[in-house]
């Protein structure tokens, strides 16, 4: 079951939530590392790591242009929602329904994110506008486990 979130606008930012009952029943750590399979031509991996609190890529093309994807646990306590925060200064907002996934779409003149839960995680994909969105939707739709990663912290 996919854990439900909540979004809270404030100014320059929005907040992500969980419902706590749900969350509960989620890691309270990075168990399993799940990273893009597929990223468009001409980026090149820069960054890549995974520890018990998050995983970060990121990949830029030649002229400075990023696609930054995270992956970090849940949390069942509200207090820590700040903790799950998406710029959107600007930013128009809508759902997407992929792959089976709710998916909140953020995007501006500048930049384009994906926020989104699955039962154990919290994901956000952001990419430069000048990935198209049906890139975007591949490197979404790329997204599998990485059975090679290790998990910095993990015992």
């Known amino acids: 079951e996919v854990i439900r979130f909540f979004i809270r606008e404030q100014g320059t930012h929005i907040a992500v939530a969980f419902d ?16 893009p399979t597929y990223v468009p031509e001409g980026y090149q991996e820069d960054t890549r790591s995974a520890s018990t609190s998050a995983v970060c890529a990121i990949w830029h093309d030649d002229s400075g242009n990023s696609i930054v994807y995270h992956q970090l646990p849940v949390s069942d306590d509200p207090s820590k929602s700040d903790q799950y925060g998406v710029h959107s200064e600007g930013a128009k907002m809508q759902m997407l329904y992929l792959n089976g996934y709710r998916i909140l779409s953020i995007y501006d003149d500048n930049v384009a994110s994906y926020v989104w839960t699955d039962h154990e995680y919290f994901y956000d994909l952001s990419c430069c506008n000048t990935v198209p969105q049906n890139e975007m939707m591949r490197i979404f739709a790329s997204i599998a486990v990485d059975e090679d990663a290790a998990i910095e912290g993990a015992q």
């Open 20 to 35: 706590p009952k749900q969350a509960a029943n989620a890691p309270e750590c990075i168990e399993t590392v799940y990273v």
